[in-house]
């Protein structure tokens, strides 16, 4: 399994290059999240070059660099961008919970897709209401009381399907990296509603 998945928080590694395509590098293991599951791929340098774009390939993760100065079995130091996947992590988190509050407080049990960025995330619920100010007002409340209750988050797999938990709520499909409890993912500074049509609802995520 991949290092990301075993530690979230590993931040620089010590690797061997298994293949080099141009400046498209496969090695032996990383700690770089490629893009997936509505969740952007990391940053960072391999040997001191620059990261442009990580995506899995079969059951491969191709790192797309500046340029790639390796030959196969080389070995190279991966430096995590820490500060932005940190953002994301917790974006991610701050998702999850949110689904896991909003359908605590209001019934909604389906989201109608979800994206991950480190500054805003948005969430679609899956709701023929409309989740109002009083309503979003609850929502950070409940979201906030969370925080402090600092619970634990779990990711584990049953076969190919991965999931995750935060304590007390129900396990969620899901291939992204979160925070090892709530704590770490911070208060809301904004939850903004926009308007999508009928049926759903998008709430746009700060921290
Ligand atoms: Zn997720």
């Known amino acids: 399994m991949w290092k990301y998945y075993l530690d979230p928080y590993l931040r620089e590694l010590k690797t061997a290059v298994k293949k080099v395509d141009d400046n498209q590098v496969i090695l032996e293991d990383t700690i770089f999240y490629p893009t997936g599951g509505g969740q952007p791929h990391d940053r960072g340098t391999i040997s001191n070059q620059e990261i442009q774009d990580v995506f899995e390939l079969g059951s491969d993760v191709v790192h797309v660099l500046d340029q790639a100065p390796f030959l196969q079995g080389n070995t190279v130091r991966c430096l995590l961008d820490w500060d932005y996947r ?59 009381a969370l925080i402090d209750e600092d619970r634990p988050i779990t990711a584990w797999w049953e076969g190919n399907k991965r999931l995750v938990q935060i304590e007390g709520y129900d396990p969620m499909p899901c291939g992204g990296l979160h925070t090892k409890s709530t704590q770490e993912i911070g208060y809301l500074s904004k939850l903004k509603r926009k308007n999508v049509g009928k049926g759903k609802e998008r709430v746009e995520v700060f921290l």
């Open 86 to 144: 940190y953002a994301v992590m917790r974006m991610h988190s701050a998702l999850h919970l949110l689904f896991d509050v909003a359908g605590e407080l209001f019934g909604i049990s389906a989201s109608a897709g979800s994206n991950v960025e480190a500054e805003k995330s948005r969430l679609d619920l899956v709701y023929d209401d409309v989740l109002d100010e009083p309503k979003r007002a609850a929502l950070e409340k409940r979201f906030s």
